[in-house]
Nanobody, 124 residues
Framework: QVQLVESGGGLVQAGGSLRLSCAASGRTFSSYARGWFRQAPGKERDFVAAISVSGGGTRYTDSVKGRFTISRDNAKNTVALQMNSLKPEDTAVYYC?????????????????WGQGTQVTVSS
């Protein structure tokens, strides 16, 4: 059974940091592009960050540029999202995903596997 499991979410004050991690099991995702999305209450799931297979290509939504960093460790089959200078508007459930392609993508429908999500709450 293929699973993506996120961890590292929680409650943090504005200006603080969190590091999300996504562990994969059931198959290796070293040949998959990886991404992070988030969904706030009452809103659609939106793109946050993505990384290519090699790790050399990344893309971020404008609102997190300079604050968030996506990384991957293909040997450990994991992907991480370092989130700094958090703002209340970053509050959401964060999902990791995997897409069967080499280069990153921001398109939600191109992702084949999804985790269950981890809650991030940023207080003001």
């Amino acid at each position: 059974q293929v699973q993506l499991v996120e961890s590292g979410g929680g409650l943090v004050q504005a200006g603080g940091s969190l590091r999300l991690s996504c562990a994969a099991s059931g198959r290796t995702f070293s040949s998959y592009a990886r991404g992070w999305f988030r969904q706030a209450p009452g809103k659609e799931r939106d793109f946050v960050a993505a990384i290519s297979v090699s790790g050399g290509g990344t893309r971020y939504t404008d609102s997190v540029k300079g604050r968030f960093t996506i990384s991957r460790d293909n040997a450990k089959n994991t992907v991480a999202l370092q989130m700094n200078s958090l703002k209340p508007e970053d509050t959401a459930v964060y999902y990791c995903a995997a897409a069967s392609r080499r280069f990153f993508t921001m398109t939600i429908t191109e992702y084949d596997y999804w985790g269950q999500g981890t809650q991030v709450t940023v207080s003001s």
